[in-house]
T-cell receptor
Framework: DTAVSQTPKYLVTQMGNDKSIKCEQNLGHDTMYWYKQDSKKFLKIMFSYNNKELIINETVPNRFSPKSPDKAHLNLHINSLELGDSAVYFC?????????????FGPGTRLTVT | GENVEQHPSTLSVQEGDSAVIKCTYSDSASNYFPWYKQELGKRPQLIIDIRSNVGEKKDQRIAVTLNKTAKHFSLHITETQPEDSAVYFCAASPDTGNQFYFGTGTSLTVIP
């Protein structure tokens, strides 16, 4: 029983396309996150949602739009994909948004834009 | 905002030797400091964490030390084994807010 799951695991698409990545957690956590990990392995937070409300929105192009239909799901939609969007995207969740709690990561989605 | 620096970026040690990875942070409001291990192609996973009311914490071969005055914390791995080879990330987080600030990662290679 996977705690944090993401689909798809791999995504190959062409520039200009629109794509979505889905994330679900069955831990009952209140807070969910999206991270981008580039080729140099840097882990950069993109968004944070607490109980379906956007809490953090780092400097991310507005082509990226997160959507949280309920607190167990946080999806990431990307419009007009660019080459520089190629990366591994990790979803994560934590018990609440106080910051002092372990983050549980999903398996990652490797996005390749050609 | 918080700035977390991590050194070294790569580290190679002989099996059985110790490995030390160091991180510094800038925001005195940070008081939770986890360490994550990411094996090749896998997700980051928590291996140990420390809070600011504690100076040191140990779990078998892994220990973390925190110097809140100097704003730095370190991961120590003793008797390293090949399966310790991975990328290690430190992070800093305040108790309030939802922010986690990750270091830039250290790629550790343990040579058999």
């Amino acid at each position: 029983d996977t705690a944090v799951s993401q689909t798809p695991k791999y995504l190959v698409t062409q520039m200009g396309n629109d794509k979505s990545i889905k994330c679900e957690q069955n831990l009952g956590h209140d807070t969910m996150y999206w991270y981008k990990q580039d080729s140099k392995k840097f882990l950069k937070i993109m968004f944070s949602y607490n109980n379906k409300e956007l809490i953090i929105n780092e400097t991310v192009p507005n082509r990226f739009s997160p959507k949280s239909p309920d607190k167990a799901h946080l999806n990431l939609h990307i419009n007009s994909l660019e080459l520089g969007d190629s990366a591994v995207y990790f979803c994560a969740s934590s018990q609440d948004g106080t910051g002092g709690n372990e983050q549980y990561f999903g398996p990652g989605t490797r996005l390749t834009v050609t | 905002g918080e700035n977390v620096e991590q050194h070294p970026s790569t580290l190679s040690v002989q099996e059985g030797d110790s490995a030390v990875i160091k991180c510094t942070y800038s925001d005195s409001a940070s008081n939770y400091f986890p360490w994550y291990k990411q094996e090749l192609g896998k997700r980051p996973q928590l291996i140990i964490d420390i809070r600011s009311n504690v100076g040191e914490k140990k779990d078998q071969r892994i220990a973390v030390t925190l110097n809140k005055t100097a704003k730095h914390f370190s991961l120590h791995i003793t008797e390293t084994q090949p399966e310790d080879s991975a990328v290690y990330f430190c992070a800093a987080s305040p108790d309030t807010g939802n922010q986690f600030y990750f270091g830039t990662g250290t790629s550790l290679t343990v040579i058999p």
